[in-house]
T-cell receptor, first 112, second 114 residues
C-alpha cells in the first residue's frame, strides 16, 4: 500500500517568516514528487515538482527531496497571507499505475 | 480548451439514483485521471485513461462506478445506485505525458447524495 504522510496542522506562521511543510512516503520506487496548493473550496494547483535529491527553488518556494530518508519538504520564504491554504504532497511511482498518491494535506495559516 | 472543464460544478441527487459527471480535458492531453476528494482528505485515485482505454481502474471502489472515454477526449464518470457515502468532490485531471510530470486538475464536481 503506497502512502504519503503529512501533518494535517494547522501550521501557523507569522507573515514574512519561513513556512516549512514536510511529507514522508512509503514507496521506495517513487520517482517524482509534487506539491499542490489547494484553497478552500477550490481544486489543487500544482506549484512545485522535484525529481532528484537536493533542493529546487522557484521564486519564494523551495522543494527538498531526500530519497534515502523518503522525505520531501516545501519551504515558503517571506510568507504572505495569500499563502494560507492546504498544501498537498504527492508521489508518482510509475509502472502500470500512473496515478499520483496524495497525502491528506497540511493546513497552513499565515498570520498578518 | 484552455483548462480542464468539469460539469456540473454541483450535483445533488437522491440516494439510489444514477449520476453522470463529465470531464473535458486540455486539448491534446492523452492522459486523463479521475480522483475523489472527501472533506479533510487528499485526492483519492479512481481511474486513469491513456487515450480511449482505461489503463488503470484499480481505484474504483466498487462496480457501481464506471468511467468511459470513447473518443479519447471527453470522459464521463458514471455512478449507479448512489449512496450517501459517495458524497465528495470528484476531480478530473489531464496530462500530456502521464503522471510523471504532474497534472492539471479541473475545478471539480461536488456531488451530494441525500
Amino acid at each position: 500500500q503506497k502512502e504519503v504522510e503529512q501533518n494535517s496542522g494547522p501550521l501557523s506562521v507569522p507573515e514574512g517568516a519561513i513556512a516549512s511543510l514536510n511529507c514522508t512516503y512509503s514507496d521506495r520506487g517513487s520517482q517524482s514528487f509534487f506539491w499542490y496548493r489547494q484553497y478552500s473550496g477550490k481544486s489543487p494547483e500544482l506549484i512545485m515538482s522535484i525529481y532528484s535529491n537536493g533542493d529546487k527553488e522557484d521564486g519564494r518556494f523551495t522543494a527538498q527531496l531526500n530519497k534515502a530518508s523518503q522525505y520531501v519538504s516545501l519551504l515558503i520564504r517571506d510568507s504572505q497571507p495569500s499563502d494560507s491554504a492546504t498544501y498537498l504532497c504527492a508521489a508518482y511511482s510509475g509502472g502500470g499505475a500512473d496515478g499520483l498518491t496524495f497525502g491528506k494535506g497540511t493546513h497552513l495559516i499565515i498570520q498578518p | 480548451g484552455a483548462g480542464v472543464s468539469q460539469t456540473p460544478s454541483n450535483k445533488v441527487t437522491e440516494k439510489g439514483k444514477y449520476v453522470e459527471l463529465r470531464c473535458d480535458p486540455i486539448s491534446g492531453h492523452t492522459a486523463l485521471y479521475w480522483y475523489r476528494q472527501s472533506l479533510g482528505q487528499g485526492p483519492e485515485f479512481l481511474i486513469y485513461f491513456q487515450g480511449t482505454g482505461a489503463a488503470d481502474d484499480s481505484g474504483l471502489p466498487n462496480d457501481r462506478f464506471f468511467a468511459v472515454r470513447p473518443e479519447g477526449s471527453v470522459s464521463t464518470l458514471k455512478i449507479q445506485r448512489t449512496e450517501r457515502g459517495d458524497s465528495a468532490v470528484y476531480l478530473c485531471a489531464s496530462s500530456p505525458n502521464g503522471g510523471a510530470g504532474g497534472y492539471t486538475f479541473g475545478s471539480g464536481t461536488r456531488l451530494t447524495v441525500v
